[in-house]
């Protein structure tokens, strides 16, 4: 058969290749979706470019592969001796077939044959494709050798288009791919615009690497999705010095994006075993390896419940020597979790460093209290001074979501004020930016699932000359145009003022961010009687069996044909047996979070005598306490150990405590409940130890009420004592509205041994909040007046 000349563009773009690549869906058209598209193109063109790439060297692959296959070495052995025959890719194929010797009556056969002549890293990227599956459909469907015949006849050889500019163009591919089959694409697709702020944000440092010939560096995604980030990262420094030599890594849990992502690096000349499949988080592939630049835009909001174990073991065996020292996050959120896997995986700063820049929704500012998973990790990083800039996005910037979303940017190696200064950077040490760029958006013309909002390269410069600055930019107007409102409905006459669309940026030093929670306890005041009716609460043991005895105390004991009695002789007490099925069935319907041992208790003769007994020795103390109430619970104690001993009673703690509850209550005007008198001992009425009068050398300790328990954030302050700190709000804003309250000493940090939870947060929308009044009471009542006037209008139509 002979061979047609293959063919190009007449623009030899990047943009014009993959649009003449993409042609080849002219041909699917009515046999596959649309979203299946690029699972046949990216395979057939990948294919095509291998073998362009290895024609020179071809002949030589096939003379050497026939002197090794007498040699019976394993596939490894093989596969290195064949490598020296390529002249350095790290590729081959030992098949004597070619896109032009397919034929076409057995051309499946024959393409798969040659699909399997690739070495193994090539051919599990086929594999990977299910390309066997999508080469047998377009055979049943004639078009197998249609879509030989079109893919042969593009010229993808090296010589005639270069690594750089094939891989800008299968880039185009993947972006078309993916825009195409919408449902899926945000899971493995970040949006160009955002790839493009990120990778400038993080690279932006490296003067060496922007600069330098030969100038070596790596570029590490966890989440690698297509390879979009690590794509981006070589592109980026790539424009900038192609003397720059970058090598990346990734690893990614989708096996069709681990096929993608793993052909655009092969395209690109990269090392590809470096591109490993599995999940990062329970099985990092890449264990011993540390890096330049790091780049992640990792799933949002995704639970990490199946790998539980094997994270939670990570984190309690190894601590600090593995990745998940700090801490962990909520089981619901596993985004902090890639954060400190790539913390963990920053060169030493020692050895220069590493950057980090990572996408992240909202939940990871603030999610969690002092003490909690989330909040030790952002203390970790803000007092590592890990953390240099965090910028806001605007919203419905992603293919398969519309929230908030934020880059972190992240580095181990700040520079001192005095090497800032050396070298004419910013003094970024022990400080964070903040960069408000909500509003920096157009609309487009066309939204892709959730993506409606795209950043021109406008909107990036802004962010990057901020960055860049390390500048406090107070908020800055926009010449943006006003989002068009919805004509739905009844419009007001006097709408409320839209804010201005503004850009701004703030810097803070890190412990603005941290806190230092602090617990707030305030006395218990109780009193209590031997009243009729709260004694004979004693007949029914506590929650939750109460209700559920006092419905059958009233259904089968007093009213039943053996009516009940608490003589000691009444023989019928407590005998449900008779009754049991219509109370399983009342329960099931009426008390259905009573389990099984509790309906077993309930219908047991001896737990309604006990209750019986209690009942009978609460009567008997009433006849020394009386029914009169006391407010002062301090002579409880005294009191009830001098009746036992008149009435000869003999209570255990339990019945003592049954008692107790049953007879005393919280009463806001009832006297402090005294804990213990401290002998020898000064007061500090902020700590919870009052001064006793008369008595100088004794305080007195309450007991804490826990339902007027109180937590305080207070501002951490390093240049102050913790407890001077403490103190002094305490004084200014607790004492002066609970004069009776203290702060318990006892709740002390692990880490720093004071008083108070330390915990951070990065309150972002509160820092770029901007006030707009509400509308005048003038305006509101006018559309009222409007509304209410055109209403009645309506009834009189109605009416008439």
């Known amino acids: 058969m002979s061979r047609a000349e293959p063919q190009l563009p007449e623009q030899k773009t990047p943009n014009n290749l993959a649009a003449y690549c993409w042609s080849i869906a002219d041909l699917l058209r009515g046999d596959f979706k649309q979203s299946q598209y690029g699972r046949i193109i990216l395979p057939f063109t990948l294919l095509r470019r291998l073998e362009a790439v290895l024609e020179e060297t071809k002949p030589a692959v096939l003379a050497k592969y026939a002197e090794i296959q007498e040699m019976n070495l394993p596939e490894e052995a093989q596969e290195k001796l064949l490598l020296r025959a390529t002249g350095g890719l790290s590729f081959f194929n030992t098949s004597k077939m070619d896109l032009f010797k397919l034929g076409e009556t057995n051309i499946k056969a024959n393409l798969e044959s040659y699909i399997l002549g690739f070495s193994k890293d090539a051919r599990e990227i086929f594999e990977h494709f299910k390309f066997a599956e999508f080469i047998a459909q377009l055979n049943d469907a004639n078009l197998l050798y249609k879509v030989v015949q079109k893919v042969r006849m593009t010229d993808l050889s090296p010589k005639n288009i270069s690594n750089h500019d094939m891989g800008l163009a299968f880039e185009e591919l993947i972006r078309r791919f993916a825009e195409s089959s919408n449902e899926t694409a945000g899971e493995h697709f970040t949006p160009r615009d955002i790839v493009e702020l990120t990778t400038s944000l993080a690279f932006m440092e490296d003067n060496d690497a922007l600069t330098k010939p030969g100038i070596i560096r790596t570029i590490y995604d966890p989440t690698a999705g297509t390879g979009g980030f690590l794509s981006s990262g070589m592109e980026y420094v790539h424009e900038l010095n192609p003397a720059a030599v970058l090598r990346a890594f990734g690893q990614e849990l989708n096996p069709e994006s681990y096929a993608i992502c793993k052909a655009d690096m092969l ?85 220069g460093g590493g950057r980090i820049g990572i996408i992240l929704n909202g939940s990871p500012l603030f999610t969690g209290g002092a003490g909690s998973g989330e909040s030790e990790i952002r203390r970790y990083i803000l007092e590592a001074d890990l953390l240099e800039a965090i910028v806001a996005l605007p919203t419905d910037m992603f293919y398969n979501t519309g929230i908030a979303t934020y880059i972190w940017i992240l580095s181990n190696h700040k520079l001192s004020d005095e090497e800032a200064e050396r070298q004419g950077q910013p003094k970024r040490r022990g400080k964070v930016q903040l960069i408000n760029g909500v509003n920096l958006f157009g609309k487009m013309r066309k939204s892709l699932g959730s993506k409606r909002n795209i950043m021109s390269a406008e909107d990036i410069a802004t962010i990057t000359r901020c960055f860049g600055h390390f500048a406090a930019v107070e908020a800055v107007e926009l010449n943006k145009p006003v989002e068009a409102k919805s004509s739905r409905g009844r419009q007001a006459a006097n709408p409320k003022a839209e804010a201005p669309k503004s850009f701004a940026s703030k810097i803070f030093a890190t412990h603005q961010f941290g806190y230092r929670r602090i617990t707030i306890e305030r006395p218990l005041r109780e009193s209590y009687q031997f009243s009729d009716k709260r004694i004979d609460e004693l007949r029914f043991a506590n929650k939750p069996l109460k209700a559920a005895m006092q419905w059958a ?89 001098a009746a036992c001993k008149t009435l000869g009673i003999s209570l255990d703690t339990k019945a003592k405590k049954a008692l107790e509850a049953a007879v005393s209550w919280k009463n806001p005007a009832a006297e402090k409940v005294i804990k213990k008198v401290h002998k020898n001992t000064q007061p500090n009425p902020d700590y919870g130890l009052f001064a006793i009068e008369d008595d100088a050398n004794k305080a007195v300790e309450y007991k804490t009420d826990g339902d007027l328990r109180d937590f305080e954030n207070v501002d951490l302050d390093p240049s102050r004592p913790v407890n001077t700190i403490n103190e002094a709000y305490f004084q200014r804003e607790v004492k002066p509205h609970v004069p009776d309250a203290w702060i318990d000493g006892s709740k002390r940090d692990p880490q720093d041994g004071e008083v108070g939870i330390v915990g951070y947060e990065i309150p972002f929308n509160r820092h770029f909040y901007q006030y707009q009044p509400p509308r005048a009471l003038e305006a509101i009542d006018a559309d009222l007046d409007a509304v209410s006037a055109e209403i009645m209008q309506l009834l009189q139509e109605v009416h008439s």
């Open 267 to 351: 395209i690109k000349g990269q090392d590809v075993s470096n591109i490993k499949l599995g999940n990062t988080l329970s099985n990092d592939q890449l264990y011993a390896d540390k890096f330049d630049y790091m780049l992640s835009n990792p799933p949002f909001g995704v639970d990490w419940k199946k790998i539980e174990e094997t994270i939670k073991d990570e984190h309690t065996l190894k601590g600090f020597d593995g990745r998940f020292g700090p801490g962990l996050p909520r089981v619901s959120d596993g985004s902090l979790l890639f954060l400190l896997h790539l913390l963990s995986k920053l060169r030493d700063s020692s050895d």
């Open 553 to 641: 105390y009233t259904h089968f004991g007093r009213f039943s044909e053996n009516p009940w009695c608490d003589d000691e002789g009444c023989e019928h007490y407590g005998n449900l047996a008779p009754y049991e099925p219509a109370i399983r069935k009342h329960i099931k319907s009426h008390f259905a979070e009573l389990k099984e041992k509790h309906i077993k208790d309930l219908l047991n003769p001896n737990i309604w005598r006990a209750q019986k007994q209690r009942l009978k020795q609460a009567r008997q103390l009433q006849t020394v306490f009386g029914s009169e109430q006391c407010d002062d619970k301090n002579t409880y104690e005294p009191r009830l150990k």
